[in-house]
């Protein structure tokens, strides 16, 4: 059975950048993509971008863009969110999710910018 | 950027009661939207997909219905267990968007 697993919660200064990891264990997805979704202390889902391993291209929301970088690594089956210049505004929960439609979801890494 | 309106925000209601919650999007989406329900601190389940496609293992007591533009979820009687936040979302092979979620709560 497929699980996708996160990196552990990190704190982060406000400016500084964090990268969380998704690893797809179980096997390997082939055509799938992994998106990335955050959600603020009791806040809404957002959704920031995606990924397909297989073509190493990224999508992101176009809020986001500019700040975010989706990476992914196929031989691993791992995909990486890297979001620089870090605001109290972006603590929140981050998930990684697999689709479309996005039926598989990680169990989400707390990211907590504070001074 | 394809916006999503879910109504009402906030649903009280009772176990057995039949509920509906509504997503509008601001252009049409085909039938290109699911439904996801989350509890707190828990990561979102997908309940529907293709607009009325039941995912495995999700009680029928769900369903969906709707294209274009306008959507719904209906849970025909619900449980204690239904109690929840609700989320729309449209999604497509580059990009995803999600409604602002429906919580439905105990009366």
């Not at chain 1, 391993?53 to 929301?61: F, K, L, Q, S, T």
């Not at chain 1, 031989?75 to 697999?98: F, G, N, R």
């Amino acid at each position: 059975q497929v699980q996708l697993v996160q990196s552990g919660a990190e704190v982060k200064k406000p400016g500084s950048s964090v990268k969380v990891s998704c690893m797809a264990s179980g096997r390997t997805l082939s055509s799938y993509s992994f998106s990335w979704v955050r959600q603020a202390p009791g806040q809404g889902l957002e959704w920031m971008g995606r990924i397909t391993p297989m073509v190493g291209i990224a999508n992101y929301a176009q809020r986001f863009q500019g700040r975010v970088t989706i990476t992914a690594d196929k031989s691993t089956s791992t995909a990486y969110m890297e979001l620089s210049s870090l605001t109290s505004d972006d603590t929140a929960v981050y998930y990684c999710a697999v689709g479309p439609p996005d039926d598989l979801w990680g169990l989400g890494t707390l990211v907590t910018v504070s001074s | 950027d394809i916006q999503m309106t879910q109504s009402p925000s906030t649903l009280s209601a009772s176990v057995g009661d039949r509920v509906t919650i509504t997503c509008r999007a601001s252009q049409s989406l085909s039938s290109w939207l699911a439904w996801y329900q989350q509890k707190p601190g828990k990561a979102p389940n997908l309940l529907i997909y293709k607009a009325s496609t039941l995912e495995s293992g999700v009680p029928s007591r769900f369903s969906g219905s709707g294209s274009g533009t306008e959507f719904n979820l209906t849970i025909s009687s619900l449980q204690p267990d239904d109690f929840a936040t609700y989320y729309c979302q449209h999604y497509s092979t580059y990009s995803r968007t999600f409604g602002q979620g429906t919580k439905v709560d105990i009366k």
